[in-house]
């Protein structure tokens, strides 16, 4: 089971990205990938990971934390096997490695902190400069 993220970079404030989490492995074959909520999170240099978005298995609800709402828009396409997060009006304080997660609890538990984690990608780098 691996979760890849692509579409990290480097970008100017008040530029755009879009960041793709593609699912594969034995686990998310057929109907399965739509049984976990997925989440981005992202962790800037010396700080630690923090949430920023998580979607329910359907896609019909999401969470974003403050910092990013209203910029980043997360949806996701069951029938790739994939989830995308936009991210408009990028802020230099949004540079951070942005991973990937997923989860067969709640996305709202996910928003709360206290969702569990099955997989996690192992990030793609995204650099906003002043």
């Known amino acids: 089971e691996q979760l890849d993220e692509s579409g990290g970079g480097l970008v100017q404030a008040g530029g755009s990205l879009k960041l793709s989490c593609a699912a594969s492995?034995?686990?998310?074959?057929?109907?399965?990938?739509?049984?976990?909520?997925m989440a981005w999170y992202r962790q800037a240099p010396g700080k630690e990971r923090e949430f920023v978005a998580a979607?329910?298995?359907?896609?019909?609800?999401?969470y974003y934390a403050d910092s990013v709402k209203g910029r980043f828009t997360f949806s996701r396409d069951n029938a790739k096997n994939t989830v995308f997060l936009p991210m408009n009006a990028l802020k230099p304080e949004d540079t951070a490695v942005y991973y990937c997660?997923?989860?067969?609890?709640?996305?709202?538990?996910?928003?709360?902190?206290?969702?569990?984690?099955?997989?996690w990608g192992k990030g793609t780098l995204v650099t906003v400069s002043s």
């Open positions: 979607t329910s298995w359907s896609g019909s609800t999401t």
């Open positions: 492995g034995g686990t998310f074959i057929g109907s399965t990938f739509a049984s976990y909520a």
């Open positions: 997660a997923a989860s067969l609890s709640h996305a709202y538990d996910m928003f709360r902190g206290v969702g569990a984690i099955k997989y």
